[in-house]
């Protein structure tokens, strides 16, 4: 991937993926509650493939801003399986894990570009997944952690 317009296909594509993983999981969820918690994911993760599209057309531009914090909740997690009967803690636990990793994959590939609009748009990228993160930490920190 070496253009902005390459890279942007490609987190409009991760997106999609994240979407359908998540609807896919409301699919197989057994109890009603966890269904409408995971088409919630799946529906932020395609306001996120909608934003990256007004990006690619030029809509809005997506810099990177302000530092998001980290509550490296995440850090401290095993992985999980996501099953058809997986519980609210489990699907935090596996949507952190994924938007870590994202936000890894962009930060690597900003750091391996020079200067210039194509890194200003990785940083971007990550910055946003590292917010998508940071819901998910502070959702797991407020339902499960302060549960327990």
Same mark, same amino acid.
């Given at each position: 991937?070496? +253009? ?11 997106? /999609? ?14 109890? =009603? ?13 395609? +306001? ?25 909740? *995440? ?7 996501? *099953?058809?009967?997986?519980?609210? /803690?489990? =699907? ?14 962009? +930060? ?21 997944? =590292? ?18």
């Amino acid at each position: 991937m070496n +253009s902005v317009d390459e890279i942007l296909d490609y987190a409009i594509d991760q997106e /999609q993926q994240a979407a359908d993983f998540y609807a896919d999981l409301a699919g197989r969820a057994e109890k =009603a509650g966890m269904k409408e918690i995971l088409l919630d994911f799946a529906a932020e993760e395609q +306001s996120h493939k909608q934003r990256l599209l007004a990006v690619k057309a030029g809509d809005h531009k997506l810099t990177p801003e302000q530092q998001v914090l980290d509550l490296k909740i *995440s850090d401290y997690l095993v992985e999980v399986g996501a *099953s058809a009967n997986i519980s609210y /803690q489990d =699907a935090l636990i596996v949507a952190m894990k994924r938007e870590r990793a994202a936000f890894q994959l962009y +930060s690597d590939m900003a750091a391996k570009v020079p200067e210039g609009h194509l890194k200003e748009v990785l940083q971007g990228l990550a910055k946003e997944e =590292a917010k998508h993160k940071l819901f998910f930490e502070s959702e797991y920190d407020d339902r499960v952690l302060r549960d327990n």
